[in-house]
């Protein structure tokens, strides 16, 4: 008979206060005993399972193996992360990771004295750990910390797990939508970068095209958002500093001409250009680059991109007027009606910024009887006047 190799996914990293990091798998073939050694596929190294328990709610029964089909906890991790695969190390294979989605809201969050700052910083570090749809970054306008997650909810019970397992008291803004910008129309454009300070100068010269991606090209990477053609011929610019133009345009597109959101899906085609023998370098045509991104794109129709959720509602059929009537005030887009069980099911797109506070509302609305789930489908062009306010907003919080 022959012997089926270990292999499992690691679905959940929690922190335990009294055994540390314990790490939840499934094992899908194979069998593992304690002590024993495994690769991490996705770090490449080889980890030791010190120790493996069957959860039973918060009991930790420590077990001698594991097998196919069990679900199990292991203590000893060095270096794990959900989705992770761990296999026999002589026999790699890698599971199906998971899918996790872009996060679609924010909030920012900061100590509320100076003695929580290292431990909100290792209570953000922990959690993220954990939780692979939280985000953290700092956002170099304000220095604030900004957490972003699925949903109010999400980052309501994140907040409140920082105050009640790690007793980190923090100060919340309100919670902000994860806005984008898009192009609308194809523009060429010339930039010319000079500068002379005494010594060597900078000096680039590029001439692009700058747009939306093509539809073929989506279709084929549907994960990228930056599609880059090199169309240079004759030696105009030397191919040393063609991936300084495309690190350039690239970094430039994390903050874009309208409110300085990110910039989703930007095509550009750099065509011609000219260099100087001695002023130009690879830092001349990244910023020239950076340059003509502010410039070129404000002739490119931008856009405001606005994050659409895909809203389910269960709710008794003598409410159904109230609830759709409410969704409509939402900008909800109605999708379809059904019955299921003797309770009515609506369906909707509606905008996420229309979301806010809603589980309360319907509550109110159905005497607490109906309910809601939310998940996100697409981004799509925000209405003019929630796109100017928006960018008064943005321009509001800069210029403060």
Known sequence: MQKNHFAALAFKIMTDPFVGRLAFFRCYSGHLDAGSYVLNVRSGKKERISRIMKMFANKQNPVDFIEAGDIGAAVGFKEIKTGDTLCDENHPITLENMFIPEPVISVAVEPKTQADVDKMGMAIAKLVEEDPTLRVKTDEDTGQTILSGMGELHLEIIIDRMRREFKVEVNQGAPQVAYKEAFNTTVEHRETLKKQTGGRGKFADIQFSIGPVDEEWQKENPDKHYQFVNDLFGGSIP????????????SAMTSGVLASYPVDNMKIRVFDGSFHAVDSDAMSFELCAKQGFREAGRKAKP???????????????????????????????????????????????????????????????????????????????????????????AKGKVTA
């Open 239 to 250: 191919r040393e500093f063609v991936p300084a133009i495309q690190k350039g345009f690239e």
């Open 303 to 393: 856009v405001l991109l606005e994050p659409i959720m895909k809203v389910e509602v269960l709710t008794p059929e003598q409410y159904m007027g109230d609830v759709t009537g409410d969704l409509n005030r939402r900008r909800g887009l109605m999708e379809g009606m059904d019955t299921r069980a003797g309770v009515q099911v609506i369906k909707a797109k509606v905008p996420l910024s229309e979301m806010f506070g809603y589980v309360t509302q319907l509550r109110s609305l159905s005497s607490g009887r109906a309910s809601s789930t939310m998940e996100f489908s697409h981004y799509a062009s925000a209405p003019t006047n929630i796109a100017e306010e928006v960018i008064a907003k």
